[in-house]
Each structure stands twice: as structure tokens, then as C-alpha cells.
């Protein structure tokens, strides 16, 4: 199964989809620079919603960790995603306080190449639960909006990624990789046929007007379930 995370849910939001078995994941944005801002407190309110099979993780960038164990514990989350330059030591202060810790890595742009990634990977890998591969910000954006910007990176290096694990799997066992940057239900296809993720975080591709679309997560859901079926019937 490919695990579906839908990333940014804000108060009003329909929390219906977290019924759903595929939608594994559902993310809430603590960053208060970032248009999907949501405190810890209101995020405790619409956990209430969120069905008991999915799970609730909270995007962080560089807080310290003490004020991360504060908001996680009130916000009663399960998982805490590190979005910005969080060292080994702020992921292993997070996972002793009992929270799984996912490492958000930007994608190799030109100067930055699979070596290099593998190398993250690796050095991460006893200290998290997952890593998750995003494009990097555009130009021009808020230093602590290191996501969420619907910025797709080049799928291809994918395959890089692909060979990484392929080698590793003798060595150090490597984290889930999540796939996020740019997907939608009308390119996640495309995604799919370049590399199959443990998962794939969703935000701008399920938003219409700027807020989640029960529609496109419903289409998001059925675009990934369409290339599954297809895969496995040949
Ligand atoms: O969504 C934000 O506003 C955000 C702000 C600061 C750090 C991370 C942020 N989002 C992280 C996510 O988990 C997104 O789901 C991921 O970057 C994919 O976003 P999108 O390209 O919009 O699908």
C-alpha cells in the first residue's frame, strides 16, 4: 500500500477523509509564519475528528526541542516532522520524549547529489522513524516556510534514491522514504512510475482556494488507488 499523508488541515476542515485506510497520515503546521499556521491547542479541538486509524503529525522548523515536547504533548500528537536544519540530537531528544520523528530533506538540486543524500540518510536513519524527500523552497520564500510552496522537484533523481536503498539494504536499514513536493491528483502517476514511496505527502494538491478540497483528496486517493491496480494487473 502506498500511505497517503494530506498535510495543512486548518479548523472547519472536513476530517471525514481520515476514515479512509489508505489515509494514513494528517498533518497540522506549527509554523507561524506559514498561511496554515494552526496552534496547539485548536489542533487538540479538531483532533477529535481525526478517525482513530490515522495518525496526527505536526510540521516543525527549527524549534528547539523542548518547545517542540510542549506543543506535541498538548497538541496530542503522534508524530513530529522536522522541517527545518534539526540536528541528530533534537531527533533523538524527540524520540525519547515518545514521539516518532520524521526528517524532512530538501532534494539534491545541481550541487547537491545522491552521494550526499545518501550520506544524510544514513546518518539520520538511527534516529528517525521516516524521512521525507521535498523540493526545495522557491526564491524569494519565508526563511521558515521550508514547505507546502506545491513545488515539484525533477521525480527522476528518484532513481537515485532507488539505487541508494537497493545498495543499503546489506548495511544500515533505511528509514521509509515519503515523497512530498508538488503532487496532485492529476501528476501523481507520473510520480509513482519514476519510484514507489512508503508514501507521498500531499498539501497545495488537494487545496482549492487555498483550503483542502474533500473533492481533490477523494480524486488524490483514487488517482494513486488507479495506478496500484494498474501496477499489480499489469
Ligand atoms: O505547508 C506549509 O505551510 C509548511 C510550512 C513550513 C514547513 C513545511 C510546510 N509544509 C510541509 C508539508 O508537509 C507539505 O505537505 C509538503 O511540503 C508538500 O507541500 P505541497 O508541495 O504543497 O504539496
Given amino acids: 500500500m502506498i500511505h497517503i499523508k494530506i498535510c495543512g488541515l486548518q479548523p472547519g476542515?472536513?476530517?471525514?477523509?481520515t476514515r479512509y485506510r489508505e489515509i494514513t497520515h494528517v498533518g497540522f503546521i506549527l509554523v507561524p509564519a506559514s498561511r496554515r499556521y494552526v496552534g496547539p491547542a485548536e489542533i487538540a479541538v479538531?483532533?477529535?475528528?481525526v478517525d482513530a486509524s490515522c495518525k496526527k503529525v505536526g510540521v516543525y522548523v527549527n524549534d528547539a526541542p523542548a518547545t517542540v515536547?510542549?506543543?506535541?504533548?498538548?497538541?496530542?500528537?503522534?508524530?513530529?516532522?522536522?522541517?527545518g536544519?534539526?540536528?541528530?540530537?533534537?531527533?533523538?531528544?524527540?524520540?525519547?520524549?515518545?514521539?516518532?520523528?520524521w526528517k524532512a530533506l530538501s532534494m539534491p538540486v545541481a550541487k547537491y547529489g545522491a552521494e550526499t543524500l545518501g550520506a544524510q540518510m544514513v546518518e539520520y536513519a538511527p534516529f528517525v522513524d521516516a524521512v521525507l524527500l521535498d523540493a526545495a523552497p522557491p526564491k524569494g520564500a519565508q526563511t521558515s516556510v521550508t514547505g507546502g510552496h506545491g513545488v515539484q522537484f525533477d521525480w527522476a533523481r528518484l532513481r537515485a534514491v532507488e539505487d541508494l536503498l537497493q545498495k543499503q539494504s546489506g548495511g544500515v536499514p533505511l528509514p521509509?522514504?515519503?515523497?512530498?513536493?508538488?503532487?496532485?491528483?492529476?501528476n501523481v502517476s507520473s510520480l509513482l512510475q519514476e519510484f514507489t514511496p512508503y508514501g507521498i505527502d500531499v498539501s497545495s494538491g488537494v487545496e482549492?482556494?487555498?483550503?483542502?478540497?474533500?473533492h481533490q483528496i477523494e480524486a488524490m486517493r483514487e488517482a494513486v488507488k488507479r495506478h496500484v491496480d494498474r501496477a499489480t494487473t499489469g
Fill in 13 to 17: 476542515d472536513d476530517l471525514s477523509f
Fill in 46 to 49: 479538531m483532533a477529535r475528528e
Fill in 69 to 83: 515536547i510542549d506543543s506535541a504533548k498538548m497538541a496530542g500528537l503522534d508524530v513530529v516532522q522536522l522541517h
Fill in 85 to 101: 536544519n534539526e540536528d541528530l540530537q533534537s531527533c533523538r531528544q524527540l524520540k525519547r520524549a515518545g514521539f516518532q520523528v
Fill in 176 to 186: 521509509p522514504v515519503w515523497v512530498a513536493g508538488g503532487i496532485r491528483p492529476d
Fill in 208 to 214: 482549492v482556494n487555498q483550503r483542502k478540497s474533500i
